[in-house]
């Protein structure tokens, strides 16, 4: 039981470039989640997924976009990296929220020089 | 709107002292709440959690109890090691299903 994968783990990319930071999961559950992590401002919701097919934004979604064409992925795309975009980015997935919290992959830990 | 107020850090014990991590929070109605613990260059993992007033969640050693007449829930640990060294995230579940609300983070560092 993998749990919530993410890749890569590490990226540095130059401004303007784009890409995919993927999430995915083998526990069947509905929601899944992207934050990103800023030294002392806790985590901010990116976007979210209640289930295939439906995505929605979160508090910082400028920047980003999802995509939900299966319940166990749920890819994080970065357009026009900017260096506001340097963060530790986290997927979280759960079956239900207030029964079970979140749970949490590893993190991608991106630079944008 | 919902949010967790959660105390700064970073806090240096030393090997079995008592430990405290104060979290406050403001919802309109009946959250969940959580602690989550991150070790250095990993995710968050779930620490413990209560669900409903009065309750107390509890694991590996520490607990917290939801307290709706003070909108808190801190987490303690009788007598905290060094493997117990991590950032302590307080967080808050609305009851919508859109996110979770998240502290700033505690970090602890327990010294031998």
């Known amino acids: 039981n993998a749990g919530v994968t993410q890749t890569p783990k590490f990226r540095i990319l130059k401004i303007g470039q784009s890409m995919t930071l993927q999430c995915t999961q083998d526990?069947?559950?509905?929601?899944m989640y992207w934050y990103r992590q800023d030294p002392g401002m806790g985590l901010k919701l990116i976007y979210y997924?209640?289930?295939?097919?439906?995505?929605d934004k979160g508090e910082v979604p400028n920047g980003y976009n999802v995509s939900r064409s299966t319940t166990e992925d749920f890819p994080l795309r970065l357009e026009l990296a900017a260096p506001s975009q340097t963060s530790v980015y986290f997927c979280?997935?759960?079956?239900?929220?207030?029964?079970?919290?979140?749970?949490f992959g590893s993190g991608t830990r991106l630079t944008v020089v | 709107g919902d949010s967790v107020t959660q105390m700064e850090g970073p806090v240096t014990l030393s090997e079995e002292a008592f430990l405290t991590i104060n979290c406050t929070y403001t919802?309109?109605?009946?959250?969940?709440l959580f602690w989550y613990v991150q070790y250095p260059g990993e995710g968050l993992q779930l620490l413990l959690k209560?669900?409903?007033?009065?309750d107390k969640g509890s694991n590996k050693g520490f607990e917290a109890t939801y307290r709706k007449e003070t909108t808190s829930f801190h987490l303690e640990k009788g007598s905290v090691q060094v493997s117990d060294s991590a950032v302590y995230f307080c967080?808050?579940?609305?009851?919508?299903?859109?996110?979770?609300?998240f502290g700033t983070g505690t970090s602890l560092t327990v010294i031998p």
């Open positions: 979280a997935s759960t079956p239900r929220p207030a029964d079970y919290g979140y749970t």
């Open positions: 526990m069947n559950h509905n929601y």
């Open positions: 997924s209640v289930g295939a097919g439906i995505t």
């Open positions: 919802a309109t109605g009946y959250p969940s």
């Open positions: 209560a669900t409903k007033a009065d």
């Open positions: 967080a808050l579940d609305p009851g919508t299903g859109n996110q979770f609300y």
